[in-house]
Structures are given as C-alpha cells and as structure tokens.
C-alpha cells in the first residue's frame, strides 16, 4: 500500500524567511497531494493542494510542488509570519478516495 | 455551511471500559472517513464509509473497534473493551462524492488509563 514520508518533523525559522517541508510518497497510482494546516487545539484544514497533471501551485505566499518521476512533493511558504506556525501535514490519495498522511511537521516561525 | 463537528472532545476511560465516538459530517456530504493519530505519529485512516455503505474499512486496528453509520448520515464509532494504545486522536472528515477536497472535525482526544 501506500506510504508518506515527511521531513524535517520540526522547523523553525525566523519571520520573513522562508519555509520548505518534503514529503516522498511510495504508489506510483497516487494522483492527488494536499497538505494540511493544524493549528493548536484546532481541526486540520487543507490549505493546498496539487494533482498528478500538474508539476506546481501556487497560491498567495505558498506553493507546492511535485516531481511524479522520484515521487516527491513540496511545500514552500515565504516570507513566513507568526500564524504560520502550526503543524503541516501531507498526504497522498492513490486508487480510492483515503488520504494516506505524513508525520507532519512543527512549524514554529519566531518573530 | 455548519463544519464537520465531532463528540466529545475530550474522553478519558479505564481500560476495559467501552465509549462511543460521534460524527456529524457536513450536510449531503456522502463520503466520511474516520482517522487516528497516536501521540507524534502519522493521521493514520481507519475507515471510509460512503453514505451508510462501508467502502473500505482496511484501517481498522481490530475487532474492538466497530463503525457504524446507520441512515447515511452522522457515524459512531466505539471501542470496547478500551486498551491502552487506543489513546491517541480521533478525527472524522467528509466529503463530496467525486470531489477529494476532506474538511476535517475538530477531533476526540480518547486517553485511556
């Protein structure tokens, strides 16, 4: 089956900088990648998301991209601030409609 | 548009003993997943229904977990007897038929002692 692997677990960064988080994925059948923002004590929320047809998204201050030949995704924030800190997830849907996660990733941005 | 909303939030029960997840998915929203994540680790799927059907249900940790969703609308899920390793998070998300986009409730913190 499907399996996602996300690094760095933690990350942190000063504000203004910019933020990378990777994740490598294991079915080639996969074909839609989102990524997930929960913050403390709330629900994760999709904040982007890309499909196997497309190599990149952006979106305002973040972006995602996908290589489907090493199977990887990333997702870049810049010019980070304080409100991004939260834990980011990535996930991986292959042949049916579940979401296979990553371990997420504790973005912690300092002012 | 009322969110997916989960009950309760918070849960703590001794081993051995049984309790009930509850899941209100957004209105019309035929899919619903259930999910759990263990301290550190991964959001890891359970269980995926589509309305009352059950379409995949390979997440399932073992036979003290039950799922249901009776009438295509809110799922429970409870787990009896309780162990110790089934603490951890306890999310449901939602979503359209044919559109993959899941909006996730706030989650149950199950801890059991």
């Known amino acids: 089956g499907e399996n996602v692997e996300q690094h760095p677990s933690t990350l942190s960064v000063q504000e203004g900088d910019s933020a990378v988080i990777k994740c490598t994925y294991s079915?080639?059948?996969?074909?839609?990648f989102p990524w997930y923002k929960q913050e403390l004590g709330k629900r994760p929320q999709l904040i982007i998301d890309i499909r196997s047809n497309v190599g990149e998204k952006k979106d305002q201050r973040i972006a995602v991209t996908l290589n489907k030949t090493a199977k990887h995704f990333s997702l870049h924030i810049t010019e980070t601030q304080p409100e991004d800190s939260a834990v980011y997830f990535c996930?991986?849907?292959?042949?049916?409609?579940?979401?296979?996660f990553g371990t997420g990733t504790r973005l912690q941005v300092f002012p | 548009e009322a969110g997916v909303t989960q009950f309760p939030s918070h849960s703590v029960i001794e081993k051995g003993q049984t309790v009930t997840l509850r899941c209100d998915p957004i209105?019309?929203?035929?899919?619903l997943y259930w999910y759990r994540r263990v301290m550190g680790k991964e959001i890891k799927f359970l269980l995926h229904f589509v309305k009352e059907s059950k379409q995949d249900e390979s997440g399932m940790p073992n036979n003290r977990f039950l799922a249901e969703r009776t009438g295509g609308t809110y799922s429970t899920l409870k787990v009896q007897p309780a162990e110790l390793e089934d603490s951890g998070v306890y999310f449901c998300a939602s979503s359209n038929r044919g559109n993959t986009e899941a909006f996730f409730g706030q989650g149950t913190r199950l801890t059991v002692v």
């Open positions: 079915d080639s059948a996969s074909n839609y």
């Open positions: 996930a991986a849907n292959p042949y049916t409609d579940k979401l296979i």
């Open positions: 209105s019309g929203h035929d899919n």
